[in-house]
């Protein structure tokens, strides 16, 4: 599958592993290096729907969950405490587009 970036800073914080600047473990690092590498391997995400018996149990352990609202169409990953991912995909679900690296304090 192919990863896009929301832009360079969102694409450096990915490629580099490091969420230091969200107050990131090194476990969290590698649980959020792991979650991109797995991104990448996959051939789409058709499975990304929760009510499929095709879901990944391996990604459900990042809380992954559709986001509604303003963000309809988008998903998040838990890699730890408040700190996640948001991502969007094509209509094929085989180009995933990184939005987001963030602390969410809705949690």
Known sequence: MEVLYKNNKIREICESGDLSKFGGSSANNR?????????????NLN?????SP??????????LHKLSG????QWAFK???QI??????????????ILEVSKHYGD
Do not use: A, H, P, Q
């Open 31 to 43: 649980n959020f290096s792991n979650l991109i590498f797995k991104l990448m391997s996959f051939d």
């Open 47 to 51: 499975y990304f729907d929760t009510n």
């Open 54 to 63: 095709l879901k990944r149990t391996d990604l459900m352990k990042y809380g």
């Open 70 to 73: 303003d963000r309809s169409g």
């Open 79 to 81: 890699i730890c405490g």
């Open 84 to 97: 996640r991912i948001v991502v969007e995909t094509n209509n094929s679900m085989n180009v995933v587009n």
